[in-house]
Structure formats: C-alpha cells, structure tokens
C-alpha cells in the first residue's frame, strides 16, 4: 500500500490527511488518476492547462518528484507520497 | 479597520486574516489585504517621521492592529550615500541600506518583528520557521521576548556564528541533513501537523512578507519622499523583492509619493533559479544541488521565484548571478571603500551591481538604492581565507620598524 499525506488545504475535498491507496508498482500519475477519480473536485484544482499547479509539491519518501522521474516516478509497497504547499524563504 | 483579510496573489479569492496561506481554490500563495481608504486617512509624512526609529514609525502600512508589537527596535537602520564605492563603480548617486546593524544583525528582525506579533495576536502555543540562518538569529530573540519557545529548522553546515546565535536565545534548533529546501519541506510538514504554532515563513507568512516593505518606505522617506531610478535586491525566494515593490505602491497608492517608476534589479548567486530564468529568458527551473558557499540565498525552489521574475521584467530591470568570488571580493570591497562589513549575500549584492554598471544597465547619475541584508560577522568562515595573515612580532619597536620598512 501507498501512504498518502494531503495538506491540510485539501481537507475540504478529501475529509482526511492520510490515507493508504493500492497502488504498488505505479507510477505518481497513475496515482494521481486514482485521487481524481476519488475526489474529482482535487483535478481542477491540482491540473491547470494540463499541467500540475506549481503551487503544491509533490514528494516521495521525502524527494521532490522533479528530482527523480517527475510523474513517472514509479511506486512501491510502503513509500509515502506527501502534498506539500509550495512555499519558502529563508 | 485597516485589515480587510487575505487575498489570493493567484486567483483573488478571499479569506478572513487568519493564520492560513495557501489558497482553497487554486493552491496558491495568500497576502494581506488592506483597506486602504482607512489607510490613506490615517497616515501621513507627517506623522511617520514623528514615529519611533523603527519599522513601527510604518504601522499603518503593517498587518498588525489593536495588539502591542513584539519590538527589539528593528528597522530604520542606517541609509547611507557611498561615495567611496560609488566612485569605484562609476556611480554618483549610490546608497545603501545597511541592515547588518538591525537588533540580530539581519533584515530578517523587520520580518520576524511582525508575524511574532501575529503569532502572539492568534494566541499561539510556540513559533518555528525553516531557515538558512539569519532568521533563525531572529526568530530566537523575538521568540525570547514573546515568551515563546521557538523549534528552528536549518540545513546542515549553515555557519556557526549563525547557530550560535540563534542557540544563545534558547531556540531549539533542529539541524537538518539535505539542503534548504529539505528543512523546509520537513518544517512545512510540522506546520500542518500543529496549527496552533506559529511557522513565520510557513503559515503566517503573508504576515511575515509584510515587514520587508519598510525597506520600500525606509528608501522613499530617506530620499526626501521620492523613489529611486534603480534598486539592487538580494533574492534567495525572491520575497524580499517583491515586498520592497509592494511597499513602493502602498505609498503610491495613499499619495505619499508622487511617481514610481522603480526598476527593481535582482541579485543572486551563480546558478541559481531566478537570476538563471530572469538573465537566460526562461522560467523558473528548481535546483536540486546547490553549490554556492552564500548559504543565506541558497534555496533551490524560490516560491516567490516567479513573482520576482514578473516584477524585474515589468520594470525593465534585469538579475545578475555572481560567482562566489566575485562576491567575496565585493565583501572586501565595500568593507574597504564604505567600512560596512556586509555578510555574504550583501557580497553578492555589490558585485551584481558592479556587473549592472558595467554593462551600461545603470547609468552613473541614476539615483541606486541597495540593500545589505547582513552583518559580515555571521560569515565569517566565507571570507577568513580570502584575507592576508596578521603579522606576529616581539614587542620591540624595531621589528615593527623592519615590517613598515
């Protein structure tokens, strides 16, 4: 199973923070397709002219997905996918 | 009343000013949304420069009503014509805004002096905030005064001066193995899990953004109530560029200044994502592996990245991206020309002017304004090795005569 933590901004869509999604051997897009179907309301908001918004983050176990295969990162049993804000300043 | 709440920069919904930041709509970053027919009522030059010599002499510019500021004076810091390093550049009208002499030796106490106060204002339990160093030092000591406990949030192998300081006030500091944008990433996480803590730079902070604007109000009311041609700003997120230009149109806005056409320059170090997008004419690209030793301007993913590119461009300004030598030596420079010793990041600063100028950007009779976000004494580890030895001799006066000989 896949650990998945939503900011709590989603709550309004997702009326949780955690859940745990099949979603082993995966990729973050497939994933990402489950959540849609789930809360349809988090695509519009997530996906704008086809891309994702740069305002929220995508992390596995703790990596931004940029860094490894972006939306094609793959998924194992136990990773933990967190959608984080994005905000910073030193 | 002067706050009217938060408003999203992204899609413009509206919330009540609570200790929220991101949009519920779009995901995007909120701000502080002001009534400004209350506003341009209340102030007036007048009644600023009768205020204390602090960034409180702008309150009615500030998120911050019916509450006592947490104040260590922070703010109204020197404003000085170089003259010295203006003639080293070519430049005739050139000043600095040293905020190495703030409170904690850093622009950060303008920040930090606010969503302190915001954090006590919404009754919270504890502050903390991700940092690269110099609003660690500031968090602790407002933290301190607040009667507060502070958690911080720093990359490994940030200088030492910077945690000692921070360490001295009583902060916990959490050291965090990865880079910047790992200890924010973990940070932002806390802040989720706990939302009676107050994260400054996390979820107070389109308060927090709020203090950089009196650097704006600072420049304006130092020039005689008129705007510079051309500023000079460090970015590390890009939010202090932005919020020197909001501070600009706050004044604009209430009539206090009559034009204000700033152009707005960015300084950032060599590979960097705004300078690199800005300079290159592309966007914003995150950095992964950040290689400068300016620790301060070290952030990969600048989420205010694309609002300062917006800003720069809009105002026909461009970004420079020194390498860390050329910024060592502007550290030396200024120290010898003006007697400012600046930190790092002022180092960039100077000699992403001394490019500007060279490259005819800037014109030797436009008025420049720039800003020295730290003190050099934080950094020291960066320069020590770039200085001659001291010369050691026995107390007798002709071995000092053989070393002046």
Known sequence: MIRVKFPSVFVSITKERKIEVDADGKTVKELLDILFEKYSELEARLIKDGELTPFINIFVNGEDIRYLDGLETQLKDGDEVTFIPAISGG | ?405
């Open chain 2, 1 to 405: 009343m002067k706050i009217a709440g938060l408003k999203c920069r992204i899609c413009g919904k509206e919330f009540p000013a609570e200790p929220v930041y991101t949009c519920d709509n779009c995901f995007g970053p909120l701000e502080v949304l002001y009534n400004w027919d209350f506003i341009a009522e209340n102030v007036s030059r007048e009644k600023i420069e009768n205020g204390p010599r602090s960034i409180w002499r702008y309150a009615d510019f500030l998120p911050v009503e019916n509450v006592e500021p947490i104040d260590l004076g922070a703010g109204f810091t020197r404003f000085i014509k170089a003259e010295n390093l203006g003639e080293e550049l070519g430049l005739k009208n050139l000043y600095l805004i040293d905020d190495s002499t703030n409170p904690t030796y850093s622009f950060k106490d303008r920040v930090v002096s606010v969503a302190v106060t915001k954090a006590v204002e919404f009754g919270m339990k504890a502050v903390g905030c991700a940092s690269t160093g110099n609003l660690a030092g500031s968090l602790a000591a407002h933290a301190a005064k607040a009667k507060l406990p502070a958690y911080i949030f720093v990359p490994e192998g940030i200088e030492r001066n910077k945690i000692v300081q921070a360490l001295v006030h009583g902060a916990k500091i959490i050291e965090v193995e990865g880079t910047y944008d790992d200890a924010n990433r973990l940070a932002t996480e806390i802040a989720e899990e706990n939302p009676d803590w107050g994260f400054v730079n996390i979820n107070l902070r389109p308060y927090y953004a709020e203090g950089s604007k009196t650097l704006a109000y600072e420049t304006v009311e130092h020039l005689g109530w008129a705007t510079p041609d051309q500023v000079i700003v460090p970015m590390a997120s890009g939010a202090l560029l932005c919020a020197i230009h909001r501070g600009f149109e706050d004044l604009e806005r209430v009539d206090l200044i009559e034009e204000n056409d700033v152009v707005f320059n960015g300084a950032q170090p060599y590979g960097l994502p705004i300078s690199k997008a800005v300079k290159y004419g592309k966007g914003i690209e995150p950095v992964r592996r950040l290689e400068t030793i300016v620790h301060s301007l070290a952030i990969g993913n600048p989420a205010d990245g694309i609002f300062a590119k917006e800003i720069i461009e809009k105002s026909s300004g461009f970004a420079e991206d020194p390498v860390d030598e050329e910024s060592i030596e502007a550290v030396k420079l200024l120290a010898k020309t003006e007697g400012i010793f600046t930190e790092l990041a002022g180092g960039v600063t100077i000699a992403a002017l001394k490019r500007l100028v060279e490259d005819g950007r800037i014109d030797s009779s436009d008025v420049v304004v720039a800003y020295l976000t730290g003190n050099g004494l934080k950094t020291t580890e960066g320069i020590v090795d770039h200085l001659p030895g001291t010369v050691k001799i026995k107390p007798r006066l002709e071995e000092f005569e053989k070393v002046i000989a």
